[in-house]
T-cell receptor
Framework: QQPVQSPQAVILREGEDAVINCSSS?????VHWYRQKHGEAPVFLMI?????EQKGHEKISASFNEKKQQSSLYLTASQLSYSGTYFC??????????????FGAGTTVTVRA | DAGVIQSPRHEVTEMGQEVTLRCKLI?????LFWYRQTMMRGLELLIY????????DSGMPEDRFSAKMPNASFSTLKIQPSEPRDSAVYFC???????????FGDGTRLSIL
């Protein structure tokens, strides 16, 4: 089942912060985050595997709350290069033959100078 | 190292024609995923393979779609006969294992007239 992302879109000025949320109705085993720039392929940012785990990529970090079945992506001091559509992908079954990564609808981030 | 290579990059054809999309995995990767992306439906997983074996094809829309992996480094997605509603960007992605970061190809932009 597809996770729900919010907000659908956000506009920022350079240097501002933003939070993107990803929620699932199923218990989560892992959460993947990807960024896709217009006309390009999605690019992997990070995987979160444990409840409460936080990871970072540049000034982009994420948290994973197993109990709440959700993950949040934090864009700190945003740069123009952060513009793009961010997708979360959630995995509900522990690595097994029925593994399937389900992607959310995406959050479009526009960073303006 | 070369990334995931897809061909063709663009395909325009008339409805009813057979379409074959091709994908070369990153060397050493064991898992292969085919996605379709449209504005309406977002990024949808069509099918994935692990060690050349199709694991889950529940996302394949109809019998008109078929995918093969004749060897460890190459896969094809075929649509026969094609219909205008098949127009989309088709991505393939590979990963070292099924639950590891996925590396996407540049996609094939398919237009069925």
């Amino acid at each position: 089942q597809q996770p729900v992302q919010s907000p659908q879109a956000v506009i920022l000025r350079e240097g501002e912060d933003a939070v993107i949320n990803c929620s699932s109705s199923k218990a989560l085993y892992s959460v993947h985050w990807y960024r896709q720039k217009h006309g390009e392929a999605p690019v992997f940012l990070m995987i979160l595997l444990k409840g409460g785990e936080q990871k970072g990529h540049e000034k982009i970090s994420a948290s994973f709350n197993e109990k709440k079945q959700q993950s949040s992506l934090y864009l700190t001091a945003s740069q123009l290069s952060y513009s793009g559509t961010y997708f979360c992908g959630t995995e509900s079954a522990p690595g097994s033959n029925d593994y399937k990564l389900s992607f959310g609808a995406g959050t479009t981030v526009t960073v303006r100078a | 190292d070369a990334g995931v290579i897809q061909s063709p990059r663009h395909e325009v054809t008339e409805m009813g024609q057979e379409v074959t999309l091709r994908c070369k995995l990153i060397s050493g990767h064991n898992s292969l995923f085919w996605y379709r992306q449209t504005m309406m439906r977002g990024l949808e997983l069509l099918i994935y393979f692990n060690n050349n074996v199709p694991i889950d094809d529940s996302g394949m829309p109809e019998d008109r779609f078929s995918a093969k992996m004749p060897n460890a480094s190459f896969s094809t997605l075929k649509i026969q006969p094609s219909e205008p509603r098949d127009s989309a960007v088709y991505f393939c992605a590979s990963s070292f294992e099924v639950d590891q970061p996925q590396h996407f190809g540049d996609g094939t932009r398919l237009s069925i007239l």
